[in-house]
């Protein structure tokens, strides 16, 4: 009878375990399985504070979600608000990634790296961001 009472207990422990994974952890093979919108929302877009430090990892989509590079973050553009942002102003902010400058532009919820000072409607290099903390 006593293990009848425990049941619920462990069944509870096994599923606060199978559901924990740290998403600052992710491996390379989770982070190429991303598709569309989940991509963006699950590597903290969608209004979600999104700040870029110097030396942080950043992991680079085409806009097919394919994943052709991962880079390091050598000079951060100084934005700190929300991603969800209409206002920002193309070309006007700079990220340089190993070493090679880019201009980002914001397109609602989503972010594209371009060429410095490109025009709103230019096709963006990368589309998709992931940062790894």
């Not at 990220?95 to 880019?102: K, P």
Request: glycine letters at 10%; proline letters at 4%.
């Amino acid at each position: 009878m006593r293990i009848l009472k425990l049941l619920p207990l462990l069944f509870g422990m096994m599923l606060m375990t199978a559901c924990d994974n740290n998403d600052d952890e992710w491996e390379l093979s989770e982070i190429e399985g991303l598709q569309g919108h989940w991509a963006l929302e699950r590597v903290g877009y969608f209004g979600n504070p999104l700040e870029f430090k110097r030396g942080q990892i950043v992991y680079l989509f085409t806009s097919d979600n394919k994943m052709i590079v991962n880079a390091t973050i050598d000079n951060p553009p100084l934005f700190k608000q929300g991603i969800h942002n209409y206002n920002y102003k193309l070309g006007t902010e700079k990220i340089t990634i190993d070493g090679i400058e880019f201009g980002f532009r914001l397109d609602g919820h989503q972010m594209t790296i371009v060429e410095p000072g490109a025009s709103y409607d230019a096709g963006g290099i990368f589309d998709f961001v992931k940062v790894k903390k």
